[in-house]
C-alpha cells in the first residue's frame, strides 16, 4: 500500500530564515498592535509602513533568489490593505492590490515560470469586456481599476506560486507573518469599542466599531487573521507559552470580527475553520492538540466573551448572528444574472453593472458574468480550476487541512466581498505554493509502509510543525 504525499515537503533548498521563538512571537503581536495605535493617531505612520513595505517587496523581488522571500512579503502586502486604508494612510485606494500584481510581476520577470497557461486564461478572458469599457466610456480609469485589480493580483499570485520552491515550515511563517496586519486592524477597532461609548449597535453592520471604516473589508481581515491564528495554535507543540499567545490572537481577532456586526468575515472564518477542523482532527498528529484548543476556546468563550460581549452590544451581539437574511445581497446577485442573461456574450461591460445594483457589487461569481458574459463564466471555470488543482495536490494530513481551509475562505470570501482587497488572492496565492512542489516529486517523495505500520507522515508532520518557525 502506497502512502499520499508528505505531509510537509522539503524546498529545493533547505529553508532558512529567523526562527520565530516564543520571545520574537510575543514582540512581533506586539509590534503590530503598537503599529495600529500608532497609526490610529497620526496616518503618517501607516503612510511609511505601506511605502517601506513595497520598498522592501521590490529589494526582494529584484535580488533575492529565494521564493520564499517573495512569498513573506507579498502576503504581508496582501494583508495590509485595510490597515492603510482605515488609517487614511498617503497613498492611492487600490494600492494594496498594485504593489502585490508589481511586486509579483518584477518577481516573475527573474525566474522561468513553466505554469502560466491558467491565471493568464483567466485573466485574458475577462479583456475583452476591459476593452469595450475603455472603447466607450469617457472615463473608465475608476472602474477599470476598482474591479480589474483584483483578478490582475490574483493571476499574478498563481502564476509565481504554482512555480514557487518554498517548503511547508516556510508556508508556516508566511501564515503567521499574515496575521500582523490583522492584529493591527484588530487594536484599531479594539480600540474604537472600549473608547467610544457612544457606539450604538443594531441589526446591521457597525462602522464605528470597525474602527470607522468598511465593516465588512474589516471583518474579513479579521476573519481572516483568526483564522490563521486557530491553524497556528492546533499546530504548536510542547510551547505552553506560544500556544497561550495563539490563543488570545485567536480569541482577540474573532471577538472583533464579531464586534464590526459584519457577519460575511464571521461565516468565512467558521466555515474554513470547520472544514480545516475536519481534516486535522482525522489526523492523530494533530487531533489531541485540535481538541484541548477547542476547549480552551469553548470555556473562554462561554465564560467570558460572550458575557462582554452580550453587555458591551445591549444584547444585540444575539440579535444580529442569529439573523439569517442576506441583507439584499441575494437581490444584487438576482439583477446581475438578470444583466447576463440580457447581454451573454460581453456581459455589460468593467464597472457597468454598478448603476442597476445601485451599490458595489458583493459577489464575484455573478459580477463577472454580469460584466464579462460568457467569458466571465470562462474565467470562473479557470478559477474553479486553479483552486481545485491546489486541492487535489494537498495530499493527505496537514498539507489538506491548511489548504482546504484556505481555499474555503477564499470562496466565501468572493461569495460576500468580491474583489476589493489583495487579500484572497495571496490566500489563494499561498495554498498553491504549500502544494506546488507535491506535483513534481510526489511520485518519488512518497514512501511506502506495509499495512499496520505507522503512517511516518503523520510523524514527519508532527516534528515538523513543532518545529516551524512559527
Known amino acids: 500500500m502506497q502512502s499520499t504525499a508528505p505531509i510537509l515537503t522539503k524546498p529545493a533548498v533547505a529553508p532558512r530564515g529567523v526562527v520565530m521563538t516564543t520571545s520574537r512571537t510575543i514582540a512581533f503581536v506586539g509590534a503590530h498592535a503598537a503599529l495600529g495605535l500608532a497609526a490610529q493617531f497620526r496616518s503618517e505612520v501607516a503612510t511609511a509602513h505601506a511605502l517601506l513595505a513595497l520598498a522592501a517587496g521590490l529589494v526582494v523581488a529584484m535580488f533575492h533568489k529565494r521564493d520564499a522571500a517573495v512569498m513573506y512579503i507579498v502576503a504581508y502586502l496582501g494583508c495590509s490593505g485595510v490597515f492603510w486604508r482605515m488609517s487614511e494612510a498617503g497613498v492611492f485606494y487600490e494600492f494594496g492590490k498594485y504593489s502585490v500584481s508589481f511586486v509579483l510581476l518584477v518577481a516573475m520577470a527573474r525566474r522561468p515560470l513553466p505554469r502560466i497557461g491558467l491565471p493568464l486564461l483567466y485573466f485574458v478572458l475577462l479583456a475583452p469586456s476591459a476593452t469595450m469599457t475603455l472603447l466607450q466610456q469617457a472615463n473608465p480609469t475608476r472602474d477599470l481599476s476598482l474591479h480589474m485589480s483584483g483578478p490582475l493580483a490574483i493571476a499574478c499570485a498563481v502564476a509565481f506560486f504554482s512555480s514557487a520552491r518554498v517548503s511547508g515550515k516556510e508556508v508556516i511563517s508566511t501564515l503567521f507573518g499574515m496575521t500582523g496586519p490583522t492584529i493591527a486592524v484588530g487594536t484599531i477597532s479594539a480600540y474604537a469599542v472600549v473608547t467610544n461609548t457612544s457606539i450604538q449597535f443594531s441589526n446591521d453592520s457597525n462602522t464605528a466599531a470597525a474602527g470607522g471604516f468598511g465593516a465588512n473589508q474589516v471583518s474579513s481581515v479579521l476573519g481572516l487573521g483568526a483564522l490563521l491564528a486557530f491553524i497556528l495554535l492546533f499546530l504548536v507543540r510542547g510551547q505552553p507559552l506560544k500556544w497561550l499567545t495563539y490563543l488570545v490572537l485567536a480569541i482577540f481577532l474573532t471577538t472583533q470580527a464579531v464586534t464590526t456586526f459584519s457577519r460575511g468575515g464571521v461565516v468565512g472564518l467558521l466555515g474554513a475553520l470547520a472544514v480545516a477542523g475536519a481534516f486535522m482532527v482525522r489526523r492523530e498528529s494533530t487531533r489531541r492538540a485540535v481538541m484541548v484548543s477547542l476547549v480552551a476556546l469553548v470555556v473562554v468563550g462561554w465564560f467570558l466573551v460572550l458575557p462582554w460581549l452580550g453587555d458591551r452590544t445591549d444584547g444585540m451581539v444575539f440579535v444580529r448572528y442569529s439573523d439569517s437574511s442576506a441583507t439584499g445581497r441575494e437581490e444584487l446577485a438576482l439583477k446581475e444574472l438578470q444583466m447576463f442573461w440580457d447581454n451573454p456574450i460581453l456581459g455589460a461591460g468593467v464597472g457597468q453593472a454598478w448603476p442597476v445594483r445601485g451599490m458595489l457589487t ?32 494537498s495530499g493527505a494530513g496537514l498539507q489538506r487541512a491548511i489548504t482546504s481551509g484556505l481555499l474555503v475562505w477564499f470562496g466565501l470570501y468572493l461569495l460576500h466581498a468580491a474583489l476589493r482587497l489583495a487579500v484572497p488572492a495571496v490566500v489563494l496565492g499561498v495554498a498553491i505554493a504549500l502544494n506546488a512542489s507535491i ?10 509502509r506495509r499495512k499496520g505500520e505507522p503512517d511516518e507522515s503523520d510523524e514527519e508532520a508532527g516534528a515538523a510543525a513543532a518545529a516551524a518557525p512559527t
Request: proline share 2%.
Open 362 to 393: 458583493h459577489t464575484e461569481y455573478t459580477r463577472m458574468l454580469a460584466e464579462h458574459g460568457i467569458f466571465g463564466l470562462g474565467a470562473l471555470v479557470a478559477l474553479f480550476a486553479m483552486c481545485w488543482g491546489a486541492f487535489r495536490r
Open 439 to 448: 506535483g513534481r516529486r510526489a511520485a518519488v517523495a512518497a514512501p511506502r
